[in-house]
């Protein structure tokens, strides 16, 4: 089928659920979602194989993502995302008010690219997809090519769940080459665009996104440099605790984490690298996802390696596909090398940026732009005043971390995963979490309408309307 | 002051005021108000030489600029807008979830480039700065070059107004040549921008927006053709009425509002034509805004004369810059004609799309994309199922008006002033009413923090709990 076809197929699809009740949504996500996981011990093994990731992650990843599903389903249930706002007509106000009535709408045909880190969570089935369903919209999904037997399988799944919940042919669909996934963010009927994967990928898509001749929402998730401050009291007190933590943060899912802390930097380094060129050198053998990424890795690594001032502190020497690496530099090489030094290195890479006071700690903070998160190590009474590192926290990250690591990502409702470009290229949407589904509607008010053209959420006496903002109320 | 200096000032007094209370930021808007209150017989009469706008309607326009202002203050009393959601640590969960608070916080120096329509609300003072200062952001003001001594008039009392009430040097300021504002677009501490205007305008910053290094969210509300349908029972009924109530939309500010209905879209047009042929003629005189809009509304009316089967209905005589002109076409004339008949023009020109049955009126309906508005005229109990009519105007549409003309726009809760591309560049927000202040704030959360560094709205006991979304409910 070519991509025109398939989604025009998705629109008329959309068509007929646009309308749709909540609980035939809610039916569809949740048939998706024990679909997949009765089918969970057959998709594990072809996902080991394709990505190297280990049976138990890939187990817990199937049920984050029927998790993920689930939680949509609840979000859909609650109904908040519909923003209903009623004001009533009022001949008494100056100019007089004419019945107004807001509800939200689904966007239409979103296109979702997954991405190669989390076959299913961030997959065919993944949050993306979730959100958009749960919104009402279709989906044509562009398969992640490292790992695409195991993408087809719950593809066909999905497909079938949703037929069996009621859905029309061609809700739900998959694109595999490389020019379709172009074709999809170009085509018109293309209502909207979800991407998680690399800052060089997603930049390409979102400024094709932006040049259509009617550009659309481009919801990239575009990745971090994550990084985490640690106090001098904190680094003298904690210094094996933290370096511990540091190191299983960044070795979690072998370094390819969005969320990953690629910088630590301390304010007094030298206890934490003594126990980190410990604990590195007999760090666990990893495996990469597939060996473009082990090339891409090294090489980034190796350029890092190279920044002036950049010095190993330990590799481990257990096999796998690459050495866990972590290096440190001063916090004055750190700020002379400038971009070069701040680069993202997807894999188990990382730098400890050795401050020489809590000032140099500042500028060092001062340096990062927008990243999915940040963090701070601390004592309890820690007496480095915070508060202004907290603040530029504040302005480059979506979500800062105290006192534990950042990878590890809670899918709930107060979870934000975005942040300042390139973390997100929309920073005012999460991608994970129940409102990830916001993303995929838009407003639409009703003026003076009778009451039997009116969606029955917005008729008079509707049960929708309880807990609605009604006369600004 | 170069560009670039006062975009940093702004930065600086974002940085002062952006974890300001809320009562002080109501004050400031207030303050603001009451101060261009105060001063509005100085501001109308330059105005009305600027704009060539009558009196009574700048007068007005100045209490709906200040409305604005005190309507983003209840928004911001409100607090809906920082989107408090709470998920305490469970321990019991799997995985374990850590505490997680989220609230929204401001984006930064915003960028508002104001229309040349509304020298008032939608100007210096209009409802982007109001949005913009609400949501605890600086602004840099591109003064439109239709009314640069007013707006400068504007800005004076705005600045006085806000340092009276206590905020920082910097926090507002104007720029007034077409390269400054464009090195606003540009500049890497401008975080966001909102724009009213024309498609050609709004789309030349959108990409420049989007050019940056790091993208920003640019807010542009861009026009609509604003198409108003008329079923067969209504044009035969009402036709005098419905004659009437277009004349009157489409020159109410000498058809110069982005909301003006531009296509009269009729199930059998023969009785309203004859009702306007007569209206129309005795029209009163028409002053547009300055001579650039004459000259450009004068062309685009040529140019929309000369679309195959297109005739004029009537023209007025009385005077004026430029006609009154409504002109009419068959459906199946104006479904050939394309994108060619599809024109905004900005001025006191309309068409009336002549349809020959209800299968006819669809199709002409289904050509039309992205619109601020769209409306519908039918009678109480009208024969014409208008359901898919209805469907397909909730995917072009931000507001749907039964039975009403579209200008003339309420500043509520309920608004939605925005719409697919063109009519926005994001579609997920208005412009228009206490939600606006919703595109300038984006949600972090904190992770595990101690009390002590949190926000106080989000430190346990707070009185905005009560009412914020806590453990999902």
């Not at 903070?365 to 907290?390: Q, V």
Request: aromatic share 6%.
């Amino acid at each position: 089928m070519t991509l025109d076809r398939q989604v025009r197929d998705a629109h008329a699809a959309w068509l007929q659920i646009r309308n749709w009740e909540s609980a035939k949504i809610v039916a569809l996500l949740e048939s998706i979602a024990e679909a997949l996981d009765s089918a969970k011990s057959e998709l594990v093994p072809v996902a080991m194989e394709e990505t190297n990731l280990p049976e138990a992650r890939l187990t817990g990843e199937v049920g984050r993502t029927t998790g993920q599903l689930r939680l949509m389903a609840r979000a859909v249930e609650d109904r908040t995302y519909l923003d209903i706002t009623i004001d009533y007509a009022d001949a008494s106000l100056t100019p007089p008010r004419p019945d107004l009535r807001l509800k939200t709408t689904s966007l239409g045909v979103v296109g979702v690219f997954g991405a190669s880190n989390f076959p299913f969570a961030f997959g065919v089935a993944g949050g993306d997809t979730a959100a958009a369903l749960a919104a009402g919209c279709a989906v044509v999904i562009k398969v992640n090519p490292g790992h695409p037997r195991v993408s087809r399988m719950v593809g066909e799944i999905m497909i079938a769940a949703a037929l069996k919940a009621g859905a029309p042919a061609g809700l739900i669909s998959l694109v595999e080459d490389f020019d379709s996934g172009l074709a999809l963010v170009e085509h018109p009927l293309t209502a909207a665009i979800a991407f998680t994967g690399s800052t060089h990928g997603g930049r390409a898509l979102f400024d094709v996104a932006n040049r259509r001749e009617n550009p659309i929402p481009f919801y990239g998730e575009l990745g971090g440099l994550n990084p985490v401050f640690v106090t001098r009291a904190a680094a003298s007190d904690k210094a094996k605790e933290t370096a511990e933590g540091f190191l299983g943060s960044i070795t979690m899912g072998a370094g390819q984490f969005c969320t990953k802390p690629g910088f630590l930097i301390v304010d007094g380094a030298s206890a934490i690298n003594t126990e980190l060129s410990t604990l590195v050198s007999v760090a666990p053998a990893q495996k990469l996802l597939n060996s473009n990424i082990v090339k891409s890795h090294d090489k980034n690594r190796d350029e890092i390696a190279q920044v002036p001032g950049m010095r190993l502190i330990a590799q481990n020497s257990d096999g796998g596909d690459t050495n866990v690496s972590v290096y440190t530099i001063s916090g004055k090489d750190f700020l002379a090398a400038g971009e070069s030094a701040r680069r993202e290195v997807f894999g188990p890479t990382a730098v400890v940026v050795d401050c020489s006071d809590s000032a140099e700690l500042l500028k060092v903070a001062e340096s990062f732009s927008g990243t999915l998160t940040s963090g701070i190590h601390a004592t309890e009474s820690d007496p480095m005043d915070l508060s202004l590192l907290i603040s530029h926290l504040e302005r480059i990250s979506g979500r800062i971390v105290w006192n534990q690591w950042p990878t590890g990502l809670a899918v709930t409702w107060a979870m934000h995963h975005g942040g300042p470009y390139p973390a997100s290229t929309n920073p005012l949407f999460t991608s994970v979490g129940a409102k990830a589904i916001l993303r995929f509607r838009r407003p639409v008010t009703y003026q003076n309408f009778p009451q039997r053209y009116l969606s029955p959420v917005l008729q008079d006496g509707s049960a929708e309307l309880n807990g609605a903002r009604i006369n600004g109320k």
